[in-house]
């Protein structure tokens, strides 16, 4: 593959559309739509499970890909410090708005599926994240320019 970059995602996929480029790397969010108005093909998905806005799309490891994890996440963050009380309870409420019927239904048609955790297990992630992608950084011998 050639990388070619992009400044935004809006102009790689109109040369995608416009058969310019073969391959493109996006969020399901702004894919979706294109994907179901029959103007690009979604090959897979970088989750490790499937999307429930594309459940007929596979994951990346079951197109053959094992391991292959990639994801676009969002997570509330507060200063250090901050009162253990206040960010459970700022967690607690944050959740319960996640699982309300009419949010989550809305962030599905984003082709967003809501982790809705703990801080304990976004630290966990977190972790997890730094890993898998310090892994890739080292191995791939990317410096900062």
Known sequence: ML???YRGALPALNDL????????FDTAT???PLFRGGQLKILAVGS????TALAEVPTMEEAGLPGFRSVTWFAMAAPPGTPAALVTKINRDTVDILKDRDVSDKLHTLAL?????????TAHFFADELKLWGNVIQEAH???Q
């Open 30 to 32: 702004t894919s979706t």
């Open 142 to 144: 990317i410096t900062v």
């Open 113 to 121: 599926d809501p982790g809705a955790t703990t801080p304990e297990e």
């Open 3 to 5: 990388n070619v970059p």
């Open 48 to 51: 490790t499970k499937r999307i």
């Open 17 to 24: 559309i416009a058969g310019h480029v073969d391959i493109f």
